[in-house]
T-cell receptor, first 114, second 115 residues
Framework: GEDVEQSLFLSVREGDSSVINCTYTDSSSTYLYWYKQEPGAGLQLLTYIFSNMDMKQDQRLTVLLNKKDKHLSLRIADTQTGDSAIYFCAEEPDRGSTLGRLYFGRGTQLTVWP | AAGVIQSPRHLIKEKRETATLKCYPIPRHDTVYWYQQGPGQDPQFLISFYEKMQSDKGSIPDRFSAQQFSDYHSELNMSSLELGDSALYFC??????????????FGEGSWLTVV
């Protein structure tokens, strides 16, 4: 089955850049997603990247995709204390008519120190 | 912008009782998904519906059932509740795009506690 791996914890100082890494297994994955979850809250779609791209930038967020190595990363520039949350990487394998089933990693707890 | 609306946000039930969760997708979204997130776990796919028909089924217990109605809202029915059903239940919605993919937006979730 699909196996999405992420490191569980990351701590950074406010103002520094954060890089959260993820590896996935299904080479057919069409979209790869990053979601943010704050304590007791829902899953907020941060950004996504289509599998035929290798980079996507959205304000402070940069997503890099290495399809050969099945490696995805999320870089947050100028990290703020409000960025402290759990970040989930998710892959969406291309199964034809059953698009939309996401496989999530265990999440990376990002802690930002003032 | 309108988001995915879930109700209730919190629910406490006793073992062996029944619970129903509701989900209202983003307007014009035709696909609804249900996920279950246990404490400290990643979300796990349960079931999805496309144009009111079940389109995919994951690790949904037989005690659970779901449907999507003509107005595209969906309900997840859970019977004979067990302590292990305590979790955050997410609904998500999307619409198929021309390229064949779709972006998936999640609701805030419904917290179910079984006591």
């Amino acid at each position: 089955g699909e196996d999405v791996e992420q490191s569980l914890f990351l701590s950074v100082r406010e103002g520094d850049s954060s890089v959260i890494n993820c590896t996935y297994t299904d080479s057919s994955s069409t979209y790869l997603y990053w979601y943010k979850q704050e304590p007791g809250a829902g899953l907020q779609l941060l950004t996504y990247i289509f599998s035929n791209m290798d980079m996507k930038q959205d304000q402070r967020l940069t997503v890099l995709l290495n399809k050969k190595d099945k490696h995805l990363s999320l870089r947050i520039a100028d990290t703020q204390t409000g960025d402290s949350a759990i970040y989930f990487c998710a892959e969406e394998p291309d199964r034809g008519s059953t698009l939309g089933r996401l496989y999530f990693g265990r999440g990376t707890q990002l802690t930002v120190w003032p | 912008a309108a988001g995915v609306i879930q109700s209730p946000r919190h629910l406490i039930k006793e073992k062996r009782e029944t619970a129903t969760l509701k989900c209202y997708p983003i307007p014009r979204h035709d696909t609804v998904y249900w996920y279950q997130q246990g404490p400290g776990q990643d979300p796990q796919f349960l079931i999805s519906f496309y144009e009111k028909m079940q389109s995919d089924k994951g690790s949904i217990p037989d005690r659970f059932s779901a449907q999507q109605f003509s107005d595209y809202h969906s309900e997840l029915n859970m019977s004979s509740l067990e302590l292990g059903d305590s979790a955050l239940y997410f609904c998500a919605s999307s619409t198929r795009q021309a390229l064949g993919g779709n972006t998936i937006y999640f609701g805030e979730g419904s917290w179910l506690t079984v006591v």
